[in-house]
């Protein structure tokens, strides 16, 4: 399991460890190697202890190979494993040296947990407007649920059949935090907004006709939202909003 840090010190406290022994843990961390280097990558050992997770590796432009051995050697390190981005190949490729790995085939992403993660406050709530949204819905989904958070999903749900939203009105009021995911003219986000008092965060994707400009119109119109209370990340971010939403997810 990765140093942490705060454990040491508790254990400290309870009078479970000595000053001294806490002391040689500490330097041994401190000794130990935090940026791994393999020549073609750098891997930061120490993202969990700044960030409350471990480096994950976005699969686009690496060759199944390469995204193979960064994986192995953050799970020998004790860390929970996320590939974003990632083919059947490169499944393949890390199932050979991570035999626990998990392909997520719709979010395209490669999950391996390696531990338990502090479990988030509430339910995080991903909508997504259309079925061809599903994919970054996804990625934003098992994002957040191998950073330990308990995920509702709730799919097909856009404004040009506003019933269908409406009906979930109570699983939208039990979130702690919403991730919507529209394409198109990206009016999703701001209805939701409009029905709940936890934050929203907007994901734009690519999907739509032309002048949908493969995704700056939902950008555009998320970022002019008229309700309040969201957040926008960028296009096609699904791993970044499951990022925020866990992150608001696990204050206090």
Same mark, same amino acid.
């Given at each position: 399991?990765?140093?942490?840090?705060?454990?040491?010190l508790?254990?400290?406290?309870?009078g479970?460890?000595?000053?001294a022994?806490?002391?040689?843990?500490?330097?041994?961390?401190?000794?130990?190697?935090?940026?791994?280097?393999?020549?073609?990558?750098?891997?930061?050992?120490?993202?969990?202890?700044?960030?409350?997770f471990?480096?994950?590796?976005?699969?686009?432009?690496?060759?199944?190979?390469?995204?193979?051995?960064?994986?192995?050697?953050?799970?020998?390190?004790?860390?929970?494993?996320?590939?974003?981005?990632?083919?059947?190949?490169a499944?393949?490729?890390?199932?050979?040296?991570?035999?626990?790995?998990?392909?997520?085939?719709?979010?395209?992403?490669?999950?391996?947990?390696?531990?338990? $993660?502090t !479990? *988030?406050?509430?339910?995080?709530? +991903?909508? #997504?407007?259309? @079925? /061809?949204?599903?994919?970054? %819905?996804?990625?934003?989904?098992?994002?957040?649920?191998?950073?330990?958070?308990?995920?509702?999903?709730?799919?097909?749900?856009?404004?040009?059949?506003?019933?269908?939203?409406?009906?979930?009105?109570?699983?939208?009021?039990?979130?702690?935090v919403?991730?919507?995911?529209?394409?198109?003219?990206?009016a999703?986000?701001? $209805?939701? !907004? *409009?029905?709940?008092?936890?934050? +929203?965060v #907007?994901?734009? @994707? /690519?999907?739509?006709?032309g %002048?949908s400009?493969?995704?700056?119109?939902?950008?555009?119109?998320?970022?002019?939202?008229?309700?309040?209370?969201?957040?926008?990340?960028?296009i096609?971010?699904?791993?970044?909003?499951g990022?925020?939403?866990s992150?608001?997810?696990?204050?206090?």
């Open positions: 399991m990765p140093f942490n840090l705060k454990q040491l508790d254990q400290i406290a309870a479970n460890l000595s000053a022994q806490g002391a040689e843990q500490i330097a041994a961390e401190m000794l130990a190697q935090p940026v791994e280097d393999l020549g073609f990558a750098r891997i930061d050992h120490q993202r969990a202890q700044r960030q409350g471990p480096e994950v590796i976005l699969g686009l432009g690496k060759s199944p190979d390469q995204i193979a051995a960064i994986a192995q050697r953050i799970v020998a390190r004790g860390h929970t494993l996320l590939v974003t981005r990632a083919d059947p190949t499944y393949a490729a890390v199932q050979a040296v991570v035999p626990a790995a998990v392909y997520h085939d719709i979010a395209r992403a490669i999950t391996c947990r390696m531990h338990e $993660v !479990a *988030g406050r509430g339910t995080i709530v +991903v909508a #997504a407007a259309g @079925t /061809s949204d599903l994919p970054v %819905a996804e990625e934003a989904a098992v994002t957040a649920e191998v950073m330990g958070n308990t995920v509702d999903r709730l799919f097909d749900v856009g404004v040009a059949g506003l019933h269908r939203l409406l009906r979930e009105h109570d699983r939208l009021r039990s979130a702690r919403i991730v919507v995911v529209a394409g198109m003219e990206g999703l986000p701001s $209805v939701v !907004a *409009g029905l709940v008092s936890v934050p +929203v #907007a994901v734009p @994707t /690519s999907i739509g006709y %002048a400009f493969h995704g700056l119109a939902a950008l555009l119109g998320m970022l002019n939202s008229c309700a309040n209370g969201v957040s926008v990340v960028n096609d971010n699904g791993f970044g909003a990022c925020i939403s992150l608001i997810n696990h204050l206090d």
